[in-house]
């Protein structure tokens, strides 16, 4: 006799639930089948006990999960018109706003990308939340709580409250992120502070720049979030956020506090580090160089790495260049062409088009370098024409790429760079059209910084480039301008492209220890002096003296200039002790820490102008050093015309 518990009918009733089918675990559903299975309740997941049913492969799941996502949130974008653009870069940021995360940790960066999503609580009717943990696909949640509202931080001692930093990150994608578009400007405070601290002070630090309800929060924030970027290498965040804090970092650099050293150009090569040692050299191989054996990449994964190595490499060979510093080529950091191809198709055509640009003047360096500018008899000024004006075709072809202001700023930076090798000839520097195509290409770059900046709110928000934009036109200018006016210079436009280069770096200065202050004085001093460029016969002196630092070297040798003549003034200024009538002691022993660029800049303050005020640029620090104080080379410099 068959026994009950034996019977067909109650063994076909043991059946397991789908999501432990799924899972292939133990269920207990069938002793209970009213109820939830013990698994389920425990992971607090809907159990659901289906017929027809079938596993589903994870991966194919994840990557319908995913263009499901991503069609959701192209709609959600095309109903809000006014949401900032977002580079692929941005879509990894908001990770933590589903409460996923990659199953890499240390500085593995993830391989895959996790459904992204804009705070979901903002737009709860327009896109669901998809649980990863289900393995039903029809068992979307949608959420219905209110947002988080944004938990107040703590930096060594300097807090701030929820709101502030709401308003911090809010000036942030309003005035800062076109800029830079590698972040997602609906993730929010709150989710950029779990994924990482340093990326997250990062984004509250250039934000503070402009933050005018507290104007000394900037210099409070820069030494703290210095010593955070210098220690990221050992945080346990992902490496990716890692990368996104140092490139705002070194896009907008901090003032820099006297007796500090710069550590901006060290970053720059920690950056490129930190990308290389995580693959992103390498997009379509970069799960090779992950901590365990893992799947290749999906094509949106790679497009992602292109970019943010793109802009790795952009920011490292920017800051080489204006260190006075030969940058490493794409030839040296792909290994092999094919590859620097497959990049540049990945990535958006102005990005490229950047690239390219950067790329052609570290080239150049190179070859300049190479080629040997110290003493250069005429034969090889002759030479250096040749080379140089191979490297111009060159930025010929990319000007037809050019299409739209930024591109062209771009292209004209690149043009200007080339040309200004040519100030390191003596005998053939005054050949027809050398020196009136570098006015004019400088003149060019300051119009074009114009245009760039003519729709920003507030000039203090523009990256580094934008100030070395201005500074490098405006050394070259000075330069040729100071010296006898020749018939085929365009002098008064040339003195109009000064003026509103000190004009923008005046409204660009946050700080009066910061490059645009810096510009707008020296430049102001050396354009009304009578000695600049000039030696002690009253002959003029256009031909460089400093020659070791490539492109860089006509700025620093324009400093040189102003020290010779103003730097003595200000090291006889009464500052320790004794104070003029009428003046405040503690004026000079101010950090500066103000939000006030005009007017600032214009006072002669010999707290700005010690020898700390080189090493932004990493100059000659002492009188004894590379050149001595007062006219370096005195009556040995030969005269114009005449071989050096």
Request: with cysteine; proline share 6%; aromatic share 8%.
């Amino acid at each position: 006799m068959e026994t009950q518990a034996d019977s067909p009918s109650l063994k076909r009733a043991k059946k397991a639930c789908t999501e432990c089918r799924q899972q292939k675990a133990k269920c207990d559903a069938y002793m209970s089948p009213d109820f939830q299975c013990s698994r389920c309740t425990r992971m607090k997941i809907r159990c659901v006990i289906s017929d027809p049913f079938r596993r589903e492969h994870k991966r194919q799941r994840l990557s319908k999960l995913e263009q499901e996502t991503d069609e959701l949130r192209r709609k959600l974008r095309s109903s809000h018109s006014e949401s900032l653009p977002q580079s692929p870069i941005a879509l990894l940021t908001a990770a933590a706003e589903m409460g996923v995360h990659s199953a890499s940790t240390g500085t593995d960066l993830p391989l895959t990308t996790q459904p992204h999503a804009s705070p979901i609580a903002l737009y709860p009717q327009i896109l669901p939340q998809t649980s990863l943990a289900s393995a039903d696909p029809r068992t979307d949640v949608v959420s219905q709580h209110a947002p988080s509202p944004t938990a107040p931080r703590t930096l060594k001692n300097v807090r701030l409250t929820g709101s502030e930093i709401d308003e911090l990150f809010k000036i942030f994608f309003r005035d800062y992120a076109h800029f830079l578009p590698i972040l997602d400007p609906q993730t929010t405070p709150n989710a950029y502070h779990d994924q990482s601290s340093f990326l997250f002070w990062a984004i509250v630090g250039v934000a503070s720049r402009t933050y005018n309800e507290n104007p000394t929060l900037l210099m409070a924030l820069s030494p703290n979030i210095i010593e955070m970027a210098l220690l990221s290498i050992t945080f346990t965040a992902s490496a990716w956020h890692t990368i996104q804090g140092l490139l705002l970092v070194l896009t907008w650099p901090f003032p820099k506090e006297t007796k500090k050293t710069d550590a901006m150009f060290p970053l720059s090569g920690m950056l490129l580090h930190i990308a290389m040692q995580n693959g992103l050299h390498i997009p379509l191989s970069s799960h090779e160089f992950a901590r365990r054996k893992m799947a290749a990449p999906l094509e949106a994964d790679m497009d992602r790495r292109s970019e943010l190595w793109a802009r790795c490499v952009i920011v490292y060979q920017r800051a080489c260049i204006t260190k006075g510093q030969c940058p490493r080529s794409m030839v040296d950091l792909q290994q092999d062409l094919g590859q620097q191809q497959v990049l540049f198709e990945k990535i958006t055509p102005s990005l490229a088009l950047e690239m390219r640009c950067l790329d052609l003047v570290a080239r150049c360096s190179a070859a300049v370098t190479e080629f040997g500018v110290r003493t250069m008899p005429a034969e090889q000024e002759r030479s250096l024409d040749i080379l140089l004006r191979t490297f111009e075709s060159q930025v010929t072809d990319l000007e037809a790429h050019a299409s739209s202001v930024n591109d062209l700023f771009i292209t004209t930076m690149c043009r200007l760079c080339i040309q200004m090798f040519h100030l390191f000839k003596n005998e053939t520097i005054y050949a027809p059209d050398c020196l009136a195509q570098i006015v004019t290409t400088s003149c060019k770059a300051i119009d074009n910084i114009q245009d760039l900046v003519q729709s920003v709110k507030n000039l203090a928000s523009a990256p580094m480039q934008v100030t070395y934009g201005l500074l490098l036109p405006a050394a070259a200018l000075l330069r040729i301008l100071k010296c006898p006016t020749r018939a085929e210079i365009d002098f008064p436009r040339g003195k109009k492209a000064i003026f509103s280069a000190i004009n923008m770096a005046r409204r660009m200065s946050v700080d009066v220890h910061d490059i645009a202050s810096k510009i707008a004085i020296v430049m102001t001093q050396l354009w009304n002096s009578t000695k600049a460029f000039r030696r002690t016969d009253g002959t003029e002196s256009i031909g460089l003296r400093i020659r070791s630092r490539l492109v860089l070297s006509p700025i620093i040798d324009a400093i040189w200039w102003w020290r010779d003549e103003f730097e003595p003034q200000f090291y006889s200024h009464p500052a320790h002790g004794i104070v003029a009538e009428g003046a405040d002691p503690q004026r000079d022993q101010m950090s500066g820490a103000s939000n006030a660029p005009c007017g600032v800049v214009d006072r002669q303050d010999p707290v700005l102008f010690d020898e700390e005020f080189l090493a932004d640029f990493e100059w000659a620090l002492s009188n004894d050093g590379l050149l001595q104080p007062a006219e370096p080379f005195g009556s040995t410099w030969p005269a114009a015309g005449t071989t050096a």
